[in-house]
DNA sequence: CTGTTAGCGCATTCAT
DNA sequence: ATGAATGCGCTAACAG
């Protein structure tokens, strides 16, 4: 082991000169074998190891303009919900070689821009973003800066450039046409104050045909909220046989605080949550709710995000996923 | 708005040009605004609007050896007991100037080293890991490299380079004591299979003083685990009165299952969880855990790692952040 | 197959 | 307070 010292990394310069050979061959030897021999390779892999090289990849991203960086943006890391896209997303760009960089806007505007510059800066391959990009300045920004961009959770006509997701108007829909179903009258709402959230919610009212009692909680949302959402919403009205929840957390809150106060699930008050959180079907009852592939949002982004990269042209820039009710036993 | 065509971002030769200064001068205006005239910094800035530049992080970051990137690792995102710590060490990051590259292990050494080696290329000025890491080959690698290194949710005499957590053992110890205490006679264990689970079996087990029926359940652990776990260790033992955790999840599941047996907790079947996740305190009953201060790690690594950079010595290297015990309904 | 030349965009010397 | 030159470590283009 000829070990270097800690204070001067190893460069593509000294791993060429153990080798014997010149530095571009050396660079071609690592990064694309196919054009060396096979003898030049193994002196420059012995180089390699001889010297602990490791390729400075800002160095390589600065001449190749592909920097093998992806910038991923999330409101912030605890929503749950995003938890399997960004777990997804970064397992499938490491399998491409990408790594991810992480921003979070805390649902903040102004944030959210800010953490947009610096990750162009970066001069990132990708940007992958959960939800729509609001302001304007900053969608400009980012179509101009020629980056390809995934925006997912949502759906549009108009996406920066492409865009992974589903329409929450529509889950709404269908989360009330199923209340219609059921019969039940008397309804109530616990959501989350974010901009999904919201548009569920709309959604869901519509279908429903009028205003509906509802406790908004400040995102993200938590057992604890739903437990508090609960006791407002009863004492708005205290006969309420049906709350459709802004998030699975919501529902499970809102389960333990009907139960707490005696109520039977669903008998007396039917639960629904949304997004199929990995406890819900475990918990007693088991909550009924919206299933969402957040993972193949994260893997679908990276792969657009690959695709592109490779110069492939993107047949299908809109992906809609959709989702699926699941009934359980919280209704 | 003199926009710039989307394909030739504005680089700073551009805005040195626009305000009719040279290139070094516009450098300055932007990152050491205390050494130009203020109606030089206006000129630039002008500059800058008009032609949307945005600076190019990785060519900086080549020249001056500051990234400005620090590498976060954790075996996988989902594991929830690291998602406050990757949030505080993002937030606090961001607050300095930094932002973070994710890499996750998987819980494979394997690929615990490469993530480390694409990390080490991509110049971070710092590296986080969750727990210590474990093969000598990288450890070397890491202190070799001379990048600040704080490993997190552990302790050791000899880090790589700086600690921020707390000993599993000792937290095994206080809970066995607390069982002891209890007088609880007929123990079970439901744990994860990943190391530092282990580790506080291990002081538990140490502190009761024999071997205790246990349920091992793969990593990341879940309130499904958790059900599955008890079916197991009441298998093995009906008579069981306590059950010791290593996760709050865990204890969840624990707990449905014991209520859908119709096991009345704490009474019959008494459940201890560790984490304190943020539901814990909310369920029916609420969950008797140990808090470990997630977030607080973060924001340690990420003070430890910026200090580091800003040139400042490192009092202390070595963190002990400790623990405590939260009695709780389910004990 | 291999090597030479010329930058990528910026910040750190030095100079003025 | 400002500027000119130089090179960070690497790869794309062209040569041989």
Redesign the pocket.
């Given at each position: 082991m000829n070990a270097v010292s800690p204070f001067k990394?190893a460069?593509?310069?000294d791993v060429a000169r153990a080798a014997g050979?010149?530095?571009?061959?050396a660079?071609?030897a690592?990064?694309?074998p196919g054009?060396?021999?096979a003898?030049?390779i193994e002196k420059v892999q012995a180089a390699v190891e001889s010297t602990g090289?490791i390729?400075?990849l800002l160095?390589?991203g600065?001449?190749?303009k592909?920097s093998l960086m992806v910038g991923g943006i999330v409101p912030a890391l605890s929503v749950s919900q995003f938890l399997p896209t960004v777990q997804a997303l970064t397992t499938e760009l490491a399998a491409a070689g990408y790594q991810l960089i992480l921003g979070q806007t805390a649902y903040d505007a102004e944030r959210e821009e800010s953490v947009l510059n610096t990750m162009i800066g970066r001069q990132p391959d990708g940007i992958v973003i959960t939800g729509l990009v609001q302001a304007q300045r900053a969608r400009d920004r980012l179509r101009r800066s020629g980056i390809p961009v995934v925006e997912t959770w949502d759906l549009s006509d108009r996406p920066i450039d492409m865009v992974v997701g589903f329409s929450h108007l529509k889950v709404g829909s269908a989360v009330g046409g199923y209340f219609l179903g059921k019969g039940w009258q008397r309804i109530g709402i616990a959501s989350g104050d974010d901009h999904r959230a919201r548009m569920r919610r709309d959604g869901f009212q519509t279908t429903i045909g009028r205003e509906l009692p509802t406790a908004f909680v400040p995102a993200p949302s938590s057992l604890e909220l739903g437990r508090r959402a609960l006791g407002e919403l009863l004492a708005k009205d205290p006969r309420l046989e049906a709350i459709c929840c802004s998030s699975d957390q919501l529902a499970h809150g809102v389960i333990v605080e009907a139960l707490a106060r005696g109520l039977r699930v669903p008998q007396d008050l039917a639960i629904c949550g949304f997004g199929n959180a990995d406890f819900g079907a475990y918990t007693v009852p088991s909550i009924s709710t919206v299933h969402v592939d957040g993972a193949e949002i994260g893997r679908l982004a990276a792969r657009l995000i690959v695709d592109r990269c490779r110069g492939e042209t993107i047949a299908n820039p809109i992906v809609d996923l959709g989702f699926r009710m699941i009934e359980r036993q919280s209704t």
């Open positions: 990394p460069t593509l310069h050979v010149s530095l571009i061959t660079s071609r690592l990064g694309n054009v060396v021999s003898k030049t090289y390729p400075n160095a390589g600065l001449k190749s592909r």
